[in-house]
């Protein structure tokens, strides 16, 4: 038998110990003030170390109203665009499409992604914008 | 933590992998308050990519 109070016998308990709040803080047990409580197999509650959290929102001002609505809309738009666009990649590999059709389809995605980079231009919105970070869903579109 | 746990998938992937295996939905729900029936909801939901299995609904057009 050691003199740990970890090892003692419930007839060998010493006496209640009362807990302050400081030694909860500090990580230390009134009853093994050597021990810390990473030493105990259970370790008793610690304080919360607050987490910054960065947060983010739309952001919609007077001045920036039309950029900002732009920029929803057209984070809409490249969400189709790219699903589009990876459908489109499944449906060559099916390869039950004639060229002219795989053609056409391939012109048309090319097109609308120019028409795309053109608008966000306008708008000065670069393509990292169009992104939306969906916390545990993770990105929205994936990032480069 | 392996590669593949720390991999980020992004949504538009997952939306794209869904529809490639393809997802119905059914569900019959009707909403009734004191024995009042006041919504019903027939839920009969296909959605997929167009492949042999699902053929598009449209005559292929010229």
């Given at each position: 038998?050691?003199d740990d109070p970890?090892?003692?016998t ?5 006496d209640p ?13 009134p ?5 810390s409580f990473d030493a105990?197999?259970?370790p008793a509650a ?5 987490r910054?959290k960065?947060?983010?929102r ?5 001045d920036t109203?039309e950029?900002?609505l ?10 189709l665009r ?5 459908q ?8 039950d ?5 795989e053609?056409?389809?391939g ?6 992604e120019d028409?795309?980079?053109?608008l966000?231009n ?6 990292e914008?169009l992104n939306?970070d969906l ?8 990032r480069? | 933590?392996?590669v593949?746990?720390r ?8 939306l ?7 997802v119905?939905?059914t569900?019959d729900?009707t909403l009734?308050i004191?024995?009042v029936?006041?919504?019903?909801i027939?839920?009969?939901?296909l959605?997929s990519?167009?492949?042999?299995n699902v053929?598009s609904?449209?005559?292929?057009s010229p």
């Amino acid at each position: 038998m050691t003199d740990d109070p970890r090892h003692r016998t419930p007839e060998a308990a010493p006496d209640p110990v009362t807990v302050t709040d400081a030694d909860l803080f500090e990580g230390r047990s009134p009853l093994d003030p050597e021990a810390s409580f990473d030493a105990r197999p259970a370790p008793a509650a610690r304080p919360a170390e607050p987490r910054p959290k960065p947060r983010r929102r739309l952001d919609l001002e007077p001045d920036t109203v039309e950029r900002d609505l732009v920029k929803l809309v057209l984070t809409v738009v490249e969400l189709l665009r790219q699903l589009m666009e990876r459908q489109a990649v499944r449906r060559f590999d099916e390869g039950d499409l004639t060229e002219e059709q795989e053609e056409r389809v391939g012109l048309t995605l090319m097109l609308l992604e120019d028409r795309m980079a053109e608008l966000r231009n306008r708008y000065g919105l670069r393509p990292e914008d169009l992104n939306l970070d969906l916390g545990p869903l993770g990105p929205l579109l994936p990032r480069d | 933590m392996t590669v593949v746990e720390r991999r980020e998938i992004a949504l538009v992937d997952l939306l794209d992998r869904l529809l490639a295996g393809g997802v119905v939905i059914t569900g019959d729900i009707t909403l009734r308050i004191a024995d009042v029936d006041l919504v019903r909801i027939d839920l009969n939901a296909l959605i997929s990519s167009v492949n042999q299995n699902v053929p598009s609904p449209f005559e292929e057009s010229p």
